[in-house]
């Protein structure tokens, strides 16, 4: 059984720094590319960063790049460090999984529970 656990929102000022964590499980990490989403409020969901754990290659957002750093251990968890925090990055933080690599495309299959990040300005 595949599973997704994310963890780490919370409350902070702007200009703050959170680290957000997606612990997975029931996948081969090094064949899946892992992602995290955001959802505003009353807004739709969007891609803020995906890595490929295989070969450690990363995307980001605009709104985001220069913030925020996507990484990935060897225990099968990957990390969303966010700096320099705003008002607009508050949202429900989501990680998901796919199979292929960065830039193969498709849809990614399992997603973990949100977590919810608030920035107070």
């Known amino acids: 059984e595949v599973q997704l656990q994310a963890s780490g929102g919370g409350l902070v000022q702007a200009g703050g720094s959170l680290r957000l964590s997606c612990a997975a499980s029931?996948?081969?990490?090094?064949?899946?590319?892992i992602g995290w989403f955001r959802q505003p409020p009353g807004k739709g969901r969007e891609r803020v960063s995906l890595?490929?754990?295989?070969?450690?290659?990363t995307y980001y957002a605009d709104s985001v790049k220069d913030r925020f750093t996507i990484s990935s251990d060897a225990k099968n968890t990957v990390y969303l460090q966010m700096n320099s925090l705003k008002p607009e990055d508050t949202a429900v933080y989501y990680c998901?999984?796919?199979?292929?690599?960065?830039?193969?495309?498709?849809?990614?299959?399992?997603w973990g529970q949100g977590t919810l990040v608030t920035v107070s300005s």
């Open positions: 998901a999984a796919r199979e292929g690599l960065l830039y193969s495309g498709g849809d990614f299959d399992y």
């Open positions: 890595i490929s754990s295989n070969d450690g290659r």
């Open positions: 029931g996948i081969t990490f090094d064949d899946y590319v």
